[in-house]
């Protein structure tokens, strides 16, 4: 761990880093955040005295997050260890879908959820019914038809 003082709008990560860095704030404050195809920023959390702030990226693939500084800070710059135990890579992997369906329901539309939705799930999507599958995209079931629809022709 490497103490660092970082400057207010200083950006600590960009979407598509390769995320190898978590943040301890001593003082000040950051936050992590996506920027949407159409420049909208949403804000993913912040990271006041006491937080741990990170992509949960696993190793050697692109952060889906930016990660910057909102006043002058300390932070405790962690180095993440790509060999870490089975068990804690079980957790981070959890943590990685749960970040990736929170951004995806502040910003992306029905058939992008459902995509993705697809490819995090594939073997459970003849397995649950459909109400609970629009549920779980924040959709009614008549938008997840409509995207069921969608996803079909754009494939």
Do not use: C
Request: no cysteine; proline share 4%.
């Amino acid at each position: 761990m490497k103490e660092i003082n970082i400057k207010k709008g200083h950006i600590l990560q960009h979407k598509g880093d390769l995320n190898s860095k978590a943040y301890e704030v001593k003082s000040g404050l950051l936050r992590s955040y996506s920027i949407d195809q159409k420049g909208k920023v949403h804000i993913f959390m912040f990271g006041p005295e006491g937080w741990i702030v990170s992509d949960y990226a696993m190793a050697n693939e692109p952060s889906d997050l930016f990660i910057d500084a909102l006043e002058d800070s300390v932070v405790l710059q962690i180095n993440k260890d790509a060999t870490a135990d089975p068990d804690m890579m079980k957790l981070v992997k959890r943590i990685r879908v749960l970040q990736k369906r929170v951004i995806m329901l502040m910003s992306a539309s029905a058939i992008e959820r459902y995509d993705h939705f697809l490819q995090t799930y594939p073997s459970i999507v003849q397995r649950v019914p459909q109400k609970m599958i629009a549920s779980y995209l924040g959709i009614t079931p008549e938008a997840l038809s409509a995207a069921k629809k969608k996803s079909i022709k754009k494939n």
